[in-house]
């Protein structure tokens, strides 16, 4: 099998597996541990123990004492939600790749774990663990498991030709435990002929087996050590997020050589941030226990209704999947799930809103009603028919799903809801990570009689949360009690040609919230006395408004990749084509009638376009594509090394930091290999680094590496002990100061951009906003009440703008508003929504600017910043690659005669209204990077204003 180098393979799969950072530290320090350990089936285990204490013994995020096994064992401690099953992954294809073992054996507690394993590592899967490693891509590992061992696939080989490559043997470790029932051996311990011993002697007796524990902590009782003992592995590789024993004398693992905890998680941003929720203004020492568990209940369900509307806007709002949320209830025992589960599906309980969408899990259940509730929390991700889960204390592990927003624990210490085991069930991120959206992004409890116990607690030194947000239910809080509603709002001609179709006045249509089930209400965005309503269009008739739809809503849009400007939609041949178009794309079947002629149907759709063109603001669809690869390396140079001044060390160097006053040692003392160059040590360090790629750099690594061991040659007159005492002691200090300078020594070939105008405008497509309820949608002009509940409210009575209602982040974006309806220069604006720009920065992070404007002359991108934002390095980002798009955006119109367009950033303080769009551009128009500029090609455009081509519908 070929081998690859070990530091090499860690960066691949780094690369390959686009592993977090806990995930990479985790890989980084197996390859420590291997090199320290040197896994084989007659190690000497002492050794091993020593050298693995030295290092991992005494540090602040391991604590390392001995393996507590037969064979060498350690234990990487991730936080729920970070991903320990691609760490997993990541480790084997590590150990593969380096040709230490192609024999794996995953150890699953439980049967849960045990499919949800089986899955993950089937290339089929799309959470598939070795996606990107290219060892495996045309040889994936063999999958042994309890099914399938007996066919001899795991003594075969890979394949039926006896291939060598990985093989992975994934078990629940009730099949491999000694102590089976009625004393008998587990069948995987009996003899099979084909082998003539049993597949589990077969598997011990390879001297490569490596073991991987997932939910390590359920090994430890008598029965799982001795049969986990019995495999006789060459190394023990064990993932936990409670690296503890369990029962009521749990104790801490003394063989952790690396802990992520869940506090470093959250604040890293790898899994929701708890929230602790209470009532506003309530006491609850006010109300009896019964009382009390009725009102959390009640305000527990707001918060998961309001939760149900963010998410379903936040999934329209992205074009993603709708994640359907559930909420969480922890009882006492199984009375007290019995009782709380018969409350909550009466008719007592909103009405009996939740009859048949509760799900009741403890062991006391039996027969069908735990069939169906098990397989109904099992597919809780998918269904979306579970509103509540009432189970009793800890649910198993391997039970921790993405769309858990809302726990309730009814009679539970502070202590118990803040454990990992309450908390971890729905810390995992419904879309993989952070979307910025706070609800999405949020894990709530809901516990009113503990709520300032849990801030406390949750600021001690070894709180698992360190910080909890807050949220407030009920009338002056974060959450009012209100129903929520979901506004969906099209564009203004949009909603005109509905209007036209629907023969109606305009009204503002509620669900009747007392037959609404689980849905949010829906209250459809059309005309309110506060906003005047657009003229009616002349035609009325089923024929015309027939066409008029197609036209508006299949024709204009494939037409935008035809022209070269909007107003090409105004041309007398266009609109004839169009009119074509649309009686071409008719069907009968539909209930057209046929006998609408050529020339009304012209009318119709130069009527329909004349209005499009008045009521859309046109933002051009660029396409931007590199002319060659992009590449990067280092100059050569010389190093700075005046301030070196690296000694030898002395046999023990004690550091001790001033704040935590914790101590660490570094040792000079030669243990292990010793590099045949000094260079080497240096050079180790450095393709650390991710930017540096040793086989394209190796030889400026040591031309610079030499420098540094010459210098310190130098300074000791040719002492070779001494000099090798400096570099081998300081190298990870020498490699920091050498990348400082190779970074201020990169080249990176320019690269040049050709810019195509691939669409003259894009389709105005509905937004979807939501609020607390109809009482919080009022006319613009009006503030609300409390200036920082703003982003509660939607907003309408607008006359220039392309969408009737329209929600702001602050009261200067609702004051600019006005500015732009007063202004007589404005002809159109919006809020875009999410997708309308294709706007990324440098990170390649999205952009969605807060207004865009036509006015007479124009076309302009406005974003409103507090004044301590304007010099913020993301806004200023994000200008950058604003003003960069203005500046294309420009240029591939001018040929059509298009607006120029351009970006303003704009603080907070210059919005008032008696300011006018003019002179906040004449003070704030932000010009973009001018070194960026000569490298974007304009093509000419698709399409000239003479020449159309074919329309096909």
Not at 283 to 309: A, F, Q, S, W
Request: contains cysteine; negative net charge.
């Amino acid at each position: 099998m070929q081998t690859t180098d070990p530091k090499r393979a860690v960066l691949q799969i780094n690369q390959r597996l686009s592993l977090r950072k806990p995930q990479a530290e985790a890989l980084r320090r197996l390859d420590d541990i291997v090199d320290l350990v040197g896994p084989a089936k007659e190690a000497d285990i002492d050794m091993a123990r020593a050298a693995v204490r030295e290092v991992y013994g005494d540090l602040a995020d391991a604590t390392f004492e001995e393996f507590e096994r037969d064979f060498p064992s350690v234990c990487f401690a991730l936080a729920t939600g970070v991903g320990k099953t691609r760490l997993m992954g990541a480790f084997i294809s590590y150990l593969y790749m380096i040709g230490k073992s192609r024999n794996f054996f995953v150890l699953a507690p439980n049967l849960t774990i045990y499919e949800k394993l089986l899955s993950d590592f089937q290339p089929s899967s799309p959470k598939y663990v070795f996606r990107g490693i290219e060892v495996f891509a045309h040889n994936a590992p063999l999958i042994v498991n309890a099914e399938n061992y007996e066919e001899g696939r795991g003594v075969r080989g890979t394949d039926l030709f006896g291939q060598e490559g990985a093989i992975i043997n994934i078990f629940n470790v009730s099949k491999i435990n000694s102590e089976a029932r009625g004393g008998n051996a587990p069948r995987i311990k009996r003899l099979q002929e084909y082998i003539g011993e049993s597949y589990f002697s077969y598997l011990s007796e390879l001297d490569d087996l490596v073991l991987l524990m997932d939910e390590a902590h359920r090994y430890r009782g008598s029965a799982g050590a001795r049969a986990i003992a019995e495999l006789k592995p060459i190394l023990g590789l064990e993932v936990t997020a409670t690296p503890k024993t369990v029962g009521a004398r749990s104790q801490p693992f003394k063989n952790v050589v690396y802990r992520y905890d869940l506090p470093d998680a959250m604040e890293d941003g790898y899994v929701k941030e708890p929230a602790v929720g209470t009532r506003a203004n309530f006491n609850p020492k006010t109300v009896d226990e019964d009382t009390l568990e009725r009102i959390k209940l009640e305000d527990g369900i707001h918060y998961h209704e309001h939760v149900k509307v963010a998410l379903e806007t936040y999934a329209r709002q992205n074009d993603v999947k709708v994640v359907r949320p559930f909420m969480l209830v922890v009882t006492q025992d199984t009375t007290h799930a019995r009782q709380v589960n018969e409350f909550v599906q009466s008719d007592e309980f909103f009405g009996g809103r939740y009859k048949g969408r509760v799900a009741e899990i403890h062991s006391k259940l039996t027969g069908e009603e735990s069939d169906e509730n098990a397989q109904r929390l099992l597919n809780i991700e998918k269904a979306g028919d579970t509103d509540i889960v009432i189970h009793v204390n800890k649910l198993k592990e391997g039970w921790d799903v993405s769309n858990l927003f809302t726990i309730v624990p009814l009679r539970a210490s502070a202590s118990d809801i803040l454990t990992e085991q309450t908390l971890g069930r729905g810390l995992r991120l419904p879309y993989g990570k952070r979307t910025g959206v706070e609800v999405v992004d949020t894990l709530t409890v809901i516990a009113h009689e503990r709520f300032n116990e849990l801030i406390e607690k949750a600021k001690e030194e070894n709180g698992v949360t360190r910080k909890l947000k807050q949220v407030t239910i009920g009338e002056g809080g974060d959450v009012p009690p209100s129903k929520p509603v979901s506004v969906s709002a099209p564009s203004i001609l949009d909603q005109m040609l509905a209007q036209a179709e629907a023969k109606t006045e305009p009204t503002v249509v509620v669900a009747d919230d007392e037959k609404a089930s689980d849905a949010p209400v829906q209250l459809v965005a059309k005309p309110t006395s506060a906003a005047p309503t657009q003229a009616p269009f002349s035609f009325s008739t089923p024929e015309e408004l027939k066409v008029a739809r197609t036209v508006l809503s299949v024709v204009i849009p494939q037409l935008s990749k035809e022209v070269s400007s909007i107003r090409d939609l105004n041309d007398p041949k266009v609109i004839e084509r169009i009119a074509e178009a649309a009686i071409a794309a008719q069907k009968p079947e539909e209930g057209f009638l046929p006998s609408i002629t050529k020339e009304k149907a012209v009318a119709v759709a130069q009527e329909l376009c004349k209005n499009f063109v008045e009521r859309t603001l046109a933002i051009p669809a660029l396409t931007i594509t590199p002319q060659q690869q992009v590449s990067f390396g280092f100059k050569r140079f010389d190093l700075d090394m005046k301030s070196w001044n690296f000694q030898p060390l002395s046999n023990e160097l004690m550091i001790q930091a001033l704040r935590t006053e914790k101590t660490s040692r570094i040792s000079s003392e030669d243990k292990g290999d010793t590099a045949n160059r000094l260079e080497n040590y240096i050079v180790a360090r450095l393709i650390d680094y991710p930017e540096i790629d040793y086989d394209a750099h190796a030889a400026i690594l040591y031309d610079l590496a030499g420098q540094a061991v010459t210098q310190t040659r130098n300074r000791f007159a040719d002492d070779d002990e001494q000099t090798r005492s400096v570099v081998r002691g300081h190298a990870k200090a020498m490699a920091e100061s050498i990348f400082s300078q190779i970074k201020q020594n990169m080249w990176r070939e320019h690269t040049n951009y050709r810019v195509s105008l691939t669409s003259a405008f894009g389709e105005l497509r509905p937004q979807t906003f939501d609020t607390a309820g109809t009482s919080f949608i009022r006319d613009f002009k009006t503030p609300p009440d409390q200036k920082q509940e703003i982003r509660k409210y939607i907003f309408t009575g607008f006359v220039k703008g392309c969408y009737q209602y329209a929600k702001f982040d602050s009261n200067p974006e609702r004051k600019l508003a006005i500015i732009l309806e007063k202004d007589s220069s404005v002809r159109l604006w919006m809020k875009p929504g999410p997708n309308q720009f294709k706007i990324f920065d440098n990170h390649g992070a999205p952009y969605q600017p807060d207004f865009v404007v036509e006015t007479d002359t124009g076309k302009l991108i406005i974003e409103v910043k507090r004044q301590s934002e304007m010099t913020a390095t993301e806004v200023l980002r994000k200008a950058d690659a604003a003003s960069l798009w203005c500046h294309i955006a420009t240029q591939a119109g001018a040929k059509s005669g298009e607006k120029p367009w351009h970006y303003l950033l704009v603080p907070e303080s210059d919005v008032e209204e008696n300011f006018t769009v003019s002179g906040l551009e004449a003070m704030h128009t932000r010009a973009p990077d001018t070194d960026l500029l000569s490298r974007y090609i304009f093509d000419e455009p698709s399409v000239s204003g003479e020449k159309k081509s074919a329309l096909c519908v």
